[in-house]
C-alpha cells in the first residue's frame, strides 16, 4: 500500500509547482494570479478551479498559502479516491501500479544514463579533473533528478487523471460458418 507514500510526497510537490510562478515569497501582492492558477490547475487542482484570488493574495502570507494548497491538493485527491471507491475501482492499486510503473521505467533510463557517465567520465581528466569525484557528484545529481522525476510523474498523474470503468465486452456467439450440402 503507497497511499501514504502518495500523500507525504504532495507537500514537496505543491511547492516545488508553484515556486517558478511565485516570484517573491514574501510579497503576495506581486504574483502573477492567472499564472499560479493555471500552473495549479495544470498539475494539482481541477480545471476552473480558480483557488488563488485576490482576497486570498491580500490576506494570506506564502507559507499559509502553501499550507492551504497543500490542504486542497489532499483534500481534492480523496474525494477523487472515494468517487472511485464507489464505483467499485479499487485506487490503492492504481497508485501502487503507476509507482512502480514509474520507478520501474525511470530506474532503467537511469541505469542507461549512468553507464554513459561512466564511459566518458575518464576524460574529464584531461580538464585537470579527478574523474571520480566527478562521477560521484554527476551521479548523485542523476539520482536526485531520477527521484524528483518519480515524484513529479507519479504525482501528476495520480491528481490528474480520471478513471473510467469500461464494461466488459460479452463474447459473441459462435457461428458455425461450415454448411452442410
Known sequence: NVHQDILNLIPDFVKYTTTPVINNENKPETWDIDALNRVIELKLLPKDTNFVTKEKVENWDYEYFIEKLIEETINVYQQKIDRYKEMDIDFSEIERMVFLKNIDTKWIDHIDSMDQLKKGISLRGYGNVDPVIEYKKEGF???????????????????????????????EEKKDFVTNQ
Open 141 to 171: 545529481e542523476m539520482f536526485e533528478d531520477l527521484t524528483a522525476s518519480i515524484q513529479d510523474d507519479t504525482i501528476t498523474l495520480l491528481l490528474k487523471a480520471e478513471l473510467k470503468k469500461v464494461p466488459a465486452m460479452q463474447k
